[in-house]
């Protein structure tokens, strides 16, 4: 095992050009902005931001499914451009949110998680199969489910499908994007347990993307705020939700709505300004919406200020 | 057939006189079936004026079913049973189509989940909020679309002008969860049905529409009778809350006393469920319920819970009492009051 971080981006940058209409210029969308962090090994890096902020986009390229427009990533220290797709899925693998649309309906359970293996071409029938049924029993499957085709499931059960497809390569890193979005939060409370127990016995490091700031509080040991395309603050976990230091994250937290009655739904204090990936505020590009605005905000843009284990993007941080 | 629902005729109705100080909604022992499936399975529930119920419930335990019960809007095929259905102390059991859709949209109105899917997609914002005013009251162009800006203005839109000419897919989906919430008020309901109104939004934008309704609750005195999955938005806006499982509500009672005293072991497993900032520590299992909804066939007796309850026993597989756990305080199960915490919910999955 190499000392180096298990997840390494570099200046990463991902610009969409989106036709509005037939006759109109393509327009800009730049979804990754300049993203730059290290996840180390066995740790979990929690990526959290509202619906359009690029987080998915970043786990796209992260898993090379998607090639940056600039900048780089390294995995296992190694660069991911450089690597062949059969090394890079024995390396990294991803479990997506929808467990009804990820996975092939007509297929059987043990079909779908061998695919890995097949796709590697070198592994024998009987080791397949093997490890097939390791898989399988590791996320809680029976052998007798393993024979059945993915509509004849349950939502939770499909999911640990989709896990023990990521694992059969037993990947050092898992990309985890909205993994319990979809789920009852009986069945997210069994698939969270599952991937904490998954990541301590198999030492395995995640990304973990996430819109819901509890769950990521609970599972991740680092935690990535995005806004627009930029990562706006990073924190250890502990220290970024005692200590939350950009408004936006603020915000976030605030909106978490707990099970505790009598307090009622929080004033977020963010206007009805909605993000628009596509047309990306200048200066700060968070300060239309955000309630601590000055003069500065609209003009420039803020710099990296180092905060504790992480960094925070705001001018008040700069000043402060 | 029942006289219609119109306004002025309905306080003179003979057998169906409503009360002076009758619920806005009550549901007595409301009964869906499917074909062979029971989806509710004998529900009852009240909501006052000016009051929030919240019906809380995993996927699949009838929580949507119910609403559209109410509203008389089952998918073909769905067939609907109660002791009791009465909106403003007036029996709308036998209400055909005609007399519902006078209701709905006017006194009785409704906000569901995808505003996507609700919208029309072909029509400008303004022309399908004018509509419902038109064609309840007749109200000319020019005054419907005062109205209409006015409650745009009213929902926190900025520039409602603007967005009146726009279609649904130029609106951001907070916008159009508050397009959908003006376009309820357009008739002054004395009901709001909302289904998962804040499910398909982002965190910070579910918690400005929840502060939108609670506001707009206070301000008109409405009575919400709202659908979630969420026992967060739950314990932040309701008044009072229907726990369903499978097709019945096994727990129900004031939101500050279900939540402070929950009864039923399904109750307790949910909250077990969810992770609290600052409660569970990281890496710590999260509570869980063990194994999955059953399928309930017609004639079931028994608790449906038993399988998966770490407390089930033998009286579990007979008539289930329901019984008082605390001032307006109900519990569907055998357990006897301040059975012990035990350890439900802290097993592995």
Redesign the interface.
């Known amino acids: 095992m190499s000392g180096a971080p298990a997840i390494e981006v570099r200046g990463l940058r991902r610009v969409f050009h989106v036709r509005q209409g037939l006759f109109a210029p393509p327009r800009q969308v730049v979804a990754v902005d300049d993203v730059s962090f290290a996840v180390p090994a066995g740790s979990v890096l929690g990526v959290v931001g509202?619906?359009g902020c690029g987080k998915s986009t970043l786990a796209r390229m992260i898993l090379g499914l998607l090639p940056p427009s600039a900048g780089e990533v390294l995995v296992d220290g190694r660069r991911l451009s450089e690597m062949d797709r059969r090394a890079r899925a024995r390396l990294i693998q991803p479990v997506f949110q929808d467990p009804f649309s990820s996975l092939n309906p007509r297929r059987r359970v043990r079909d779908i998680v061998a695919m890995p293996l097949v796709a590697q071409g070198s592994i024998s029938r009987a080791e397949i199969a093997r490890r097939v049924e390791e898989s399988l029993s590791r996320v809680?499957l029976s052998t007798e489910q393993g024979t059945r085709f993915p509509s004849q499931l349950?939502?939770?059960?499909r999911q640990r499908v989709a896990i023990a497809r990521a694992l059969v390569l037993r990947p050092r890193i898992v990309v985890c994007d909205e993994p319990t979005s979809a789920l009852?939060?009986?069945?997210?409370?069994?698939?969270?347990?599952?991937l904490?127990?998954l990541r301590?016995e198999l030492g395995l490091t995640y990304l973990f993307i996430s819109?819901?700031?509890?769950?990521v509080?609970?599972?991740?040991?680092e935690v990535a705020v995005m806004y627009l395309g930029r990562i706006v603050e990073t924190n250890e976990?502990e220290a970024l939700?005692a200590e939350p230091r950009h408004p936006y994250t603020r915000?976030?937290?605030?909106?978490?709505?707990?099970?505790?009655?009598?307090?009622?739904?929080?004033?977020?204090g963010?206007g009805?300004t909605?993000p628009d990936p596509a047309n990306i505020p200048g200066g700060c590009r968070f300060h239309p919406r955000c309630p601590l605005a000055f003069e500065r905000c609209p003009v420039e843009a803020p710099r990296t200020t180092p905060n504790g284990a992480g960094f925070v993007e705001c001018h008040l941080a700069e000043t402060a | 057939m029942m006289p219609s629902g119109d306004r002025s005729a309905e306080s003179g109705e003979g057998l169906n006189r409503p009360a002076e100080n009758a619920s806005l909604l009550e549901v007595e022992n409301l009964r869906v079936t499917f074909g062979g499936t029971a989806a509710v399975r004998g529900i009852s529930l009240k909501v006052e004026k000016g009051e929030t119920h919240c019906l809380v419930g995993?996927?699949g335990c009838g929580k949507s079913v119910t609403s559209l019960a109410v509203m008389g809007l089952l998918a073909r095929g769905g067939k609907r049973e109660a002791e009791r259905l009465a909106f403003a102390g007036t029996d709308i059991r036998n209400y055909g189509e005609r007399e519902m859709s006078r209701l709905r949209g006017d006194r009785m109105a409704m906000i569901f989940q995808e505003p996507m899917t609700s919208l029309n997609p072909a029509y400008t914002v303004g022309s399908q909020m004018t509509e419902v005013l038109r064609r309840h009251r007749g109200t000319p162009r020019a005054q419907a679309v005062d109205r209409a800006a006015e409650l745009l203005g009213r929902v926190?839109?900025?520039a409602p002008g603007l967005r009146l000419g726009q279609y649904p897919h130029q609106l951001?989906?907070?916008?159009r969860q508050?397009v959908m919430i003006a376009m309820a008020l357009m008739c002054d309901p004395e009901l709001l049905i909302a289904d998962e109104p804040t499910t398909a939004l982002?965190?910070?934008?579910?918690?400005?529409i929840?502060?939108l309704l609670?506001g707009i609750q206070k301000e008109l005195g409405l009575g919400i009778l709202l659908i979630t999955?969420?026992?967060?938005?739950?314990?932040?806006?309701?008044d009072r809350v229907s726990v369903m499982y499978a097709g019945e509500v096994v727990e129900s009672g004031p939101?500050?006393e279900l939540?402070?005293d929950p009864q039923h072991p399904y109750t307790r497993?949910?909250?077990?469920?969810?992770?609290?900032?600052?409660k569970?520590k990281?890496?710590e299992?999260?509570?869980?319920?063990?194994g999955?909804v059953p399928r309930i066939p017609p004639g079931y007796v028994g608790c449906a819970f038993r399988d998966r309850c770490p407390h089930a026993h033998a009286e579990c597989s007979g008539e289930i009492p329901r019984r008082a756990a605390g001032p307006g305080h109900e519990v569907l199960c055998t357990l006897p009051a301040g059975w012990p915490e035990g350890r439900m919910g802290r097993q592995?999955?």
């Open positions: 509202e619906s809680g349950s939502g939770g059960q009852d939060v009986s069945v997210q409370a069994q698939i969270l347990n599952l904490a127990e301590r819109h819901n700031l509890a769950v509080e609970h599972v991740a040991s976990s939700f915000a976030l937290l605030a909106s978490v709505l707990t099970p505790e009655p009598g307090l009622g739904v929080p004033d977020v963010l009805d909605m | 995993e996927s926190g839109i900025t951001s989906g907070g916008l508050r982002d965190v910070t934008v579910q918690a400005q929840l502060r609670a999955h969420d026992l967060g938005v739950v314990a932040r806006i309701a939101t500050a939540f402070g497993g949910l909250l077990t469920c969810i992770p609290v900032p600052g569970v990281r890496d299992p999260l509570g869980s319920i063990p999955i592995a999955a």
